[in-house]
């Protein structure tokens, strides 16, 4: 089997050149926090929720979730299929260049609302997972914790019908769309039997308090913030804006097409996360 190929770096607009010169001289001589969102792994394969282009899609809730077995059938069946895509993306010139700035001294951290761990797997060392991880599974009942692909694995032997259909499309939480799950058997905790998840939060869930302080206290560390690849709809990356605002701390919003926070920017940078970050790399480690 051949290694994976590492993704290309994208080239940068024609326009974005001034604005991440701008960028660089809000954020140079800083300790820089970062927040990321799912424009930082489009470069490895796996899609936004909202970026330009991305298909309207209704994510199931943790409602919906813990209600019906139907739904819970139709998760862990396209979660299944999407998993091994989803497991084999590889990190991007982006996330390489948030390991350098780490090494550097530059970046204090790295807080993501994306569930891929492709930052662990590039090598940053503080990374915070708002949303937690797909590599995780816990019980809801007892709380023991499985390894996905021992529980991928169980998936396999309970349903060996169950193959990747011709044409499927990946979410950003790594599944796809099946349409048919009736004779589909649900993994259930080897301990209590109780109900498995993945280690995420669902859409209605909240974020643990423990990860959200966590991500805090590194924006309180922090002299400058750099946003990247997130539209910052979701509450609790406004939140740490606003922490990073109320500060008046440079910020620096990295993104194609409009974001909550864009009001809020020192500079807004209008270019893809992988070319940007690298070039501020580039510019900041010299």
Not at 105 to 110: A, F, R
Not at 269 to 275: F, N, P, Q, T, Y
């Amino acid at each position: 089997m051949s290694n994976p190929v590492a993704p290309a770096v994208p080239l940068l607009p024609p326009n974005a050149q001034a604005q991440i010169d701008a960028a660089a001289q809000a954020l140079r001589g800083h300790r820089v926090a970062v927040l990321t969102g799912a424009g930082v792994s489009t470069d490895s394969g796996i899609p936004d929720y909202r970026g330009e282009g991305a298909p309207v899609r209704t994510p199931m809730t943790f409602t919906q979730f813990l209600a019906d077995l139907e739904y819970r059938k139709r998760y862990w069946a396209g979660s299944q299929l999407g998993w091994k895509r989803f497991d084999g993306a590889e990190p991007n010139e982006g996330h390489r260049a948030l390991v350098d700035l780490e090494a550097s001294g530059i970046v204090n951290g790295v807080i993501t609302q994306n569930v891929d761990g492709l930052h662990l797997r590039a090598g940053s060392q503080r990374v915070v997972d708002l949303h937690g991880t797909m590599d995780r599974v816990r019980c809801l009942q007892c709380g023991q914790l499985y390894a996905r692909t021992d529980v991928s694995r169980r998936i396999a032997q309970m349903n060996p019908w169950l193959d990747e259909p011709g044409a499927t499309e990946l979410g950003p939480d790594g599944d796809v769309a099946i349409a048919n799950v009736a004779n589909f058997v649900v993994p259930a905790c080897t301990v209590c039997e109780g109900t498995l998840k993945p280690d995420i939060v669902f859409f209605g869930e909240y974020i643990p308090k423990e990860k959200f302080i966590e991500a805090s206290a590194l924006i309180t560390g922090a002299t400058a913030l750099i946003i990247a690849g997130s539209s910052l709809v979701v509450n609790s990356g406004i939140r740490l804006l606003e922490q990073a605002y109320r500060r008046r701390l440079p910020i620096v919003i990295i993104n194609r097409g409009l974001t909550k926070g864009d009001g809020r920017a020192t500079v807004k940078v209008e270019a893809g996360a992988s070319e940007t970050l690298k070039a501020l790399d580039e510019q900041l480690s010299n």
